[in-house]
């Protein structure tokens, strides 16, 4: 659901006036102004966590002010605690309760527009001030004349205006970072641009979100401990969207949760197996499950909100992503590898061992636990190889999924850090392997669910447990002579790059100095080239940096 704003201040992205190289330039300054300050702070060595929060801070209030694709952006950013600093999480978590509204009189004005009548003349009773507001739009509070409640989504004005503007900037961004830095190319930057427009695209239609919401409640009808709310389609259009009120408690609001004696393991249970379900069964999925789309119920019941960012799973996938899950819950390594390989999120290497070994070490260590960074000691030199071949890639619709996933771990650890994925999902297996059903997905998702109950039930003898032991560790080569030389790479790879960064410099500095000198001579047109060649220096100089401080970043990671 939207959640509640924090003041009605004017945005600078509202503006009427803005034009392409106006937002163009704007953008680019805050980004520049960012990146020197990151550098900066890199540079003095000002690393302290206050420093960091100081930053954040003023990246999410920067944020705000370009208005909802940035906010979007920052909004996905914040669930991504494995790339970025707890500081920035922190900060940019906060974009969900700080997008100010705007006015009553342009949200009655669209409705009015949009509907063809006067807002009295279409229900009974309507708040003027908004219940909540987000990037997209606000919600207001309503009654019909047949008595019931409803909130009225209202799109903010302008959206589609801005999209496109940001459309075009983000795009010219994209081209340029994958065509100067080399780093970029091995990512789908392209694809996953287009993918992440088309969604924001959608989600300012209404009309196409209020049919998501329907095929959803489809889905979960018979579902009684799932609830999602009727749309309204008289009172609905594209930038108005009428919904069945629905009021419940914020899903990650553990302290109002316990307040109503709600059980929080069965609210864990019921969010994972309900994922599960959109992921493996339905194939339709909410892509943003962040704690204002979702709340509780004071019976305890699940409620689901806003259905503008949905997505599908095609069905090969749908079918890799079952043999997946039920092969991390079977610590089945080899098969995990294999359908993350079919699926193109790793990429096959002649010498698959320190990924296999990543692997069966997640598998063996966190599938039933929360995550230990400090654990990870035990496999420093594979996590350095994994970064060095870099195998792991993220096709776009990937990225979606692994969003949503990530997304509900959070929330899942926010109401019992000690939550354990096996057995929040067991209701789903169960249902599964005593499903009657013949379909031939849900047969197939039965056996699995059935050949993981066996394995879980048939116990192996000391005696077959001790080889298969033995055999995996052969396979993941663990017992063989190793020569441990990775260290001194990494240290050998930085005095490279600091070297590199220093070359630049001095070619930077003497260039400058060169063309400042011609400039004052009837050299004019040579001073220009040496200011041009020192830009190009100067280029190079700040990319060497930012390699650096990414190594240096990864090594700090490993030594923990």
């Not at 190793?482 to 790479?489: A, F, N, T």
């Not at 590199?500 to 400039?519: E, N, R």
Request: with cysteine.
């Amino acid at each position: 659901m939207l959640t509640k704003s924090a003041s009605s201040q004017s945005l600078r992205w509202q503006r009427s006036n803005n034009s392409p190289l106006t937002r163009q330039w704007e953008i680019s300054t805050i980004t520049l102004q960012f990146l020197l300050g990151f550098f900066w702070d890199k540079l003095l060595r000002n690393n302290s966590s206050r420093q960091r929060h100081k930053r954040a801070k003023w990246l999410v209030k920067n944020l705000l002010q370009l208005g909802p694709t940035f906010i979007k952006i920052g909004q996905s950013l914040s669930t991504r605690a494995d790339l970025i600093p707890l500081e920035y999480i922190q900060e940019l978590s906060q974009l969900q309760d700080r997008v100010p509204p705007f006015s009553s009189e342009e949200a009655i004005a669209v409705i009015e527009a949009e509907l063809g009548k006067p807002v009295y003349d279409l229900f009974e009773s309507f708040e003027s001030d908004p219940l909540a507001s987000a990037s997209l739009g606000q919600v207001h509070r309503a009654i019909l004349y047949t008595g019931e409640e409803v909130v009225v989504k209202v799109q903010r004005p302008g959206l589609e205006r801005i999209f496109n503007l940001d459309f075009e900037v983000v795009h010219r961004l994209i081209r340029f970072l994958t065509r100067y830095f080399s780093d970029f190319k091995k990512y789908d930057l392209e694809a996953i641009y287009e993918e992440f427009f088309g969604l924001l695209f959608q989600e300012i239609d209404y009309i196409h979100e209020g049919k998501n919401a329907e095929r959803f409640r489809n889905n979960f009808r018979g579902y009684s401990q799932i609830i999602v709310p009727k749309v309204y389609w008289k009172y609905s259009t594209k930038k108005v969207l009428t919904l069945e009120y629905l009021p419940g408690i914020k899903i990650d609001d553990r302290a109002a949760l316990e307040a109503n004696n709600i059980n929080l393991d069965r609210i864990i249970q019921l969010g994972i197996c309900s994922y599960l379900k959109q992921l493996l069964l339905d194939g339709f999925f909410q892509s943003d499950p962040h704690p204002g789309n979702m709340a509780v119920s004071q019976r305890g019941d699940l409620i689901f909100y806003d259905f503008g960012t949905m997505a599908e799973v095609k069905t090969f996938a749908k079918d890799q992503m079952i043999q997946t899950f039920f092969a991390v819950l079977k610590k089945d390594t080899d098969k995990v590898i294999e359908t993350l390989v079919y699926m193109e999120l790793i990429e096959p290497l002649n010498d698959m061992t320190p990924v296999k070994r990543i692997v069966a070490f997640l598998l063996d260590n966190f599938r039933d636990k929360p995550v230990d960074v400090r654990a990870f000691e035990q496999i420093s030199d594979e996590v350095y190889l994994m970064f060095k071949s870099q195998p792991f890639r993220l096709p776009p619709q990937m990225t979606f999924i692994l969003k949503s996933l990530t997304t509900l771990d959070g929330i899942a650890r926010a109401l019992d850090p000690q939550y354990n994925l096996l057995e929040a999902s067991q209701p789903f297996v169960k249902s599964l392997a005593l499903s009657g059903s013949r379909g031939s997905l849900v047969t197939a998702l039965a056996r699995q669910a059935k050949d993981l109950i066996k394995s879980t039930l048939i116990k192996p003898n000391t005696s077959e447990k001790f080889l298969k032991r033995l055999e995996e560790r052969i396979d993941r080569g663990e017992l063989q002579f190793r020569i441990r030389s990775l260290e001194s790479e990494r240290i050998l790879k930085r005095i490279n790059l600091g070297i590199k960064s220093l070359i630049y410099t001095c070619l930077t500095g003497f260039l400058l100095l060169s063309a400042s000198i011609l400039m004052t001579t009837i050299y004019l047109k040579l001073s220009l080239v040496c200011f041009g060649f020192a830009g190009l220096f100067c280029l190079l100089l700040f990319k060497s940096l930012f390699t650096l401080m990414i190594q240096e970043k990864i090594d700090k990671l490993i030594e923990k």
